[in-house]
Nanobody, 124 residues
Framework: QVQLVESGGGLVQAGGSLRLSCAAS????????MGWFRQAPGKERDFVAA????????YYADSVKGRFTISRDSAKNTVFLQMNSLKPEDTAVYYC?????????????????WGKGTLVTVSS
């Protein structure tokens, strides 16, 4: 069982930055591919970024490429999402996800654990 707890959300002006954190319980953090998804009001959940176990490779949604960076600190069982040049359309609840497989499907299918989310609001 893995518990994921997100933090770091808040209100920021357009063009600003935020850093989200996701702390994972358990000793098997390194065995999971980790990712971030988001859900804007009235919309479906969307993939944001993934960090793949073992290889450390990363991939991003086109909408955040060049602005967001996912990273992990295995010593602290934590995955981060650095968000720069934020736009009002980035406003959403951001969810952390853990997947045992060697990839994290952008559909979210196969994700084993989800966090409860942290709200990011970007004002214009």
């Amino acid at each position: 069982q893995v518990q994921l707890v997100e933090s770091g959300g808040g209100l920021v002006q357009a063009g600003g930055s935020l850093r989200l954190s996701c702390a994972a319980s358990g000793r098997t953090f390194s065995m999971y591919s980790m990712g971030w998804f988001r859900q804007a009001p009235g919309k479906e959940r969307d993939f944001v970024a993934a960090n793949i176990r073992a290889s450390g490779s990363t991939y991003y949604a086109d909408s955040v490429k060049g602005r967001f960076t996912i990273s992990r600190d295995s010593a602290k069982n934590t995955v981060f999402l650095q968000m720069n040049s934020l736009k009002p359309e980035d406003t959403a609840v951001y969810y952390c996800a853990a997947d045992r497989s060697a990839r994290l499907d952008p559909s979210g299918d196969g994700v084993d654990y989800w966090g409860k989310g942290t709200l990011v609001t970007v004002s214009s």
